[in-house]
């Protein structure tokens, strides 16, 4: 039963801890100066930004963001 306090109250310090330095190194390296590009990130000329192109089966995509069919 020690065994098992030890290792929770190990994992109490050590999970927060590696959470801690995983944040410090993200921020050293930069990974948060531009969010607003990484956000953007996901669009492509595929699916612009602002443009729907997926739906819930059985709604219809409004036609504001209809596009013409690609040619082949």
Do not use: C, Y
Not at 7 to 25: D, E, K, N, Y
């Amino acid at each position: 039963m020690i065994i098992l306090w030890l290792i929770f109250i190990g994992s109490l310090v050590l999970l927060p801890g590696t959470a801690l330095l995983a944040l410090r190194w993200a921020v050293r390296r930069g990974e948060f100066h531009n969010l607003q590009k990484a956000a953007l990130s996901i669009f492509d000329e595929e699916e612009p930004v602002g443009l729907v192109t997926d739906h819930f089966p059985g709604m219809e995509i409004p036609d504001a963001n209809r596009r013409a069919p690609r040619d082949p």
